[in-house]
């Protein structure tokens, strides 16, 4: 790498396109990678935990259903979050702080008004989503600020890659699949690049704006001396107070979401259904309870209201409605989370995370093929450190992300090992395989590609059949119950795993085109266990693709 | 039901106006072929953009109509991205297709 100063502008952005891609387009793959999956994050946890694949919820008490468990489970709990059932999830879910001080989540099935056996997993929203957004890195906040890190990287990235492209609009539909592996990779990238630039530039935008207080935290303290709770109780209507240590009888919570939904519809012009209840102090006089509506089903925009009632008699303490700059907060923010019900739109999305981590994957494939000839005849190991770090966030995330999907299905409902319960293995084996995806790079060099490909392909395989296998009367349900659900996630599987062979057939045909190049025209120049994958003599760059 | 059938004609005329667009780029032409089609050569490239810009105006309606302003807004800027793609990957594979798209702009007689 060198450090010259470019002699233009292009030449300038084009060295910070190429290296800051480098440094941290695994970092992006993987946020784009859960990012794209967690759009179905709730149709992941109706695959993950079967027994709330349910019909939907039918017209409930909450005074009758849930007053009554969380007061037998949860009733010194410092407060009783519940989940309203939607579309995507038809269960109740009740969450609260068990004696032992740990946070805990369990499923009521609405029709029944019982509780279902836990499941034992995190699913897509709790492990994969958060690792979208955090990386599960708590300490310090580290994970999001690398996620953010990421985020603006991204920005550059685009606006960088945009400058840098000299024929956007005589590229604009250029796709030339049958040319070698590096001229059609940077065709393929500059199309998710260019096609869906609007959507990759919003996410990543959305994506910072959403955590503004974390990355940005003058705001807080220029405008509120660095009180980050009157913040909060200013901008998103949170309520607090103390406890009066006498004790309080709940009132009806029925009460309250009703008067709650009324008042909203009488607002808006039209219906509006709460969906999250949050009772603090429950048994305490100075209980009270809040009544949301964080994502609305036919909205856009998230969390603009919401009220707070006193527990014992139901009169409001506080009623919350977004101001001007903070509803344009709501609007990106329900645009990133994706939690409205709009089917197309989000089979769209879906599709547009992809092309993101389409484009990710092929700059690096570019990367790698300019510079793997040159690299092996100055005796340099940069490509072969980079091609194992891109391997292993590129395929082996998606060989880990298999690997919890199967150990979901594998393990017994009451797996513990050393302690850890069974969610917390299901996390253990995606970490672990992961690792052992960066290994297999390494040690595989140029074959890890191939390899890991059919490994995709397999374990693809494997989990669809074994979701048929663990999940009795599997074909009645879906066809029941949950037919959008259930066979949407077996059908996202089956289209990896075609892929997969698609992509692992080419690549070894490419493989047995490299070795015949190879013999006749470099092979002088090969150290042993590195090789070049495409074979190609003369290595397109990329003055030579824009010029 | 109304609401899909509006959707899927908003990819219909999205589609259709990038196809349109794609043939006025010269380097195109090998690939769909239109080198045969003197006729459609020789047609003033400006009344294309114009007629590609009107579809993807037109798209961004019928968007809006099957799903308000917001959701609309967000279906057609995504829409545009996977159907300008889907046209990329016509010129690639099957270039032949964009050959239906002409017929029916041509028995139009819109071009």
């Not at chain 1, 030339?176 to 919003?202: C, E």
Request: one cysteine or more; a positive charge; charged letters at 15%.
């Amino acid at each position: 790498m060198e450090f010259n100063v470019e002699p233009t502008f292009r030449k300038s952005m084009s060295w910070l396109h190429t290296w800051a891609g480098v440094v941290v387009g695994s970092l992006l793959f993987v946020i784009f990678w859960m990012g794209t999956l967690s759009v179905f994050d709730r149709e992941i946890d109706r695959w993950m935990m079967p027994d709330t694949r349910l019909a939907p919820a039918p017209p409930f008490s909450l005074d009758q259903i849930i007053k009554p468990i969380a007061e037998e489970l949860a009733g010194n709990s410092p407060q009783w979050t519940i989940n309203l059932p939607t579309d995507r999830t038809p269960t109740i879910i009740l969450a609260y702080r068990d004696g032992n001080g740990k946070d805990v989540r369990r499923h009521i099935d609405p029709h029944t008004g019982k509780l279902i056996q836990e499941q034992g997993t995190h699913g897509g929203s709790r492990f994969i989503f958060p690792f979208h957004y955090s990386l599960h890195i708590k300490w310090k906040n580290i994970g999001y600020w690398l996620v953010g890190l990421a985020g603006m990287s991204m920005l550059v990235l685009l606006v960088s890659g945009i400058v840098i492209h000299k024929r956007i609009f005589q590229d604009f539909f250029i796709f030339r699949p049958k040319k070698h592996v590096q001229r059609a990779s940077l065709d393929l990238h500059n199309l998710t690049g260019i096609l869906a630039l609007p959507f990759h530039f919003v996410v990543a935008l959305s994506g910072l704006f959403i955590f503004f207080s974390i990355y940005f935290p003058w705001s807080v303290t220029a405008a509120y001396q660095g009180n980050k709770e009157a913040m909060t109780a200013d901008v998103y209507g949170t309520y607090t107070r103390e406890k009066a240590n006498r004790p309080g009888e709940l009132s009806s919570l029925d009460a309250m979401v009703n008067d709650a939904q009324a008042r909203w519809s009488a607002r808006l012009g039209e219906g509006a259904k709460a969906d999250f209840v949050r009772i603090v102090h429950p048994a305490d006089a100075a209980g009270f309870v809040q009544v949301r509506r964080i994502f609305p089903e036919h909205l856009v925009t998230m969390d603009s209201e919401g009220i707070v009632y006193n527990a014992t008699d139901g009169t409001i303490l506080k009623e919350h409605y977004s101001a001007p700059v903070r509803s344009i907060h709501a609007f990106f923010s329900g645009l990133h989370f994706v939690q409205f019900k709009h089917w197309t739109l989000r089979w769209l999305y879906f599709l547009a995370g992809l092309s993101g981590c389409v484009m990710i994957a092929t700059g690096f494939f570019f990367w790698l093929e300019a510079r793997r000839i040159r690299h092996v005849k100055k005796g340099l190991s940069g490509v072969r450190v980079v091609e194992c770090l891109t391997v292993g966030s590129v395929t082996g995330i998606m060989i880990a992300t298999l690997a919890f999907f199967i150990a979901n299905k594998l393990l017994p409902l009451d797996a513990k090992l050393a302690g850890v319960d069974r969610a917390g293995l299901e996390m253990w084996i995606f970490y672990l395989v992961w690792l052992a995806t960066f290994g297999h790079a390494w040690l595989r060099s140029t074959q890890a590609w191939c390899d890991q490909a059919w490994m995709i392909a397999g374990m693809a395989l494997l989990a669809l059949a074994l979701n048929w296998l663990t999940t009795s009367a599997y074909i009645a349900q879906v066809l029941e119950t949950d037919k959008v659900t259930g066979a949407g996630m077996d059908a996202i599987l089956l289209f990896f795993s075609i892929l997969a062979v698609i992509a692992a057939r080419r690549l070894r045909k490419q493989k047995t085109q490299k070795s015949a190049t190879i013999l006749t025209t470099s092979s002088s120049m090969q150290p042993r266990g590195i090789s070049s994958p495409s074979g190609q003599t003369a290595p397109v760059t990329w003055e030579e693709k824009h010029d | 039901m109304i609401d899909l059938l509006l959707v899927a004609a908003a990819i219909a005329v999205i589609y259709a106006s990038f196809a349109l667009l794609a043939v006025t780029q010269e380097r195109n032409w090998s690939s769909a072929d239109v080198k045969k089609d003197m006729y459609f050569q020789a047609i003033n490239t400006r009344r294309k953009w114009w007629l590609s810009g009107i579809g993807l105006m037109l798209g961004y309606m019928l968007c809006l109509v099957s799903s308000g302003a917001s959701f609309g807004s967000a279906l057609w800027v995504l829409l545009l991205g996977v159907c300008a793609m889907a046209v990329a990957f016509t010129l690639s594979w099957k270039p032949q297709w964009l050959w239906f798209i002409f017929g029916i702009f041509r028995a139009s007689d819109l071009i």
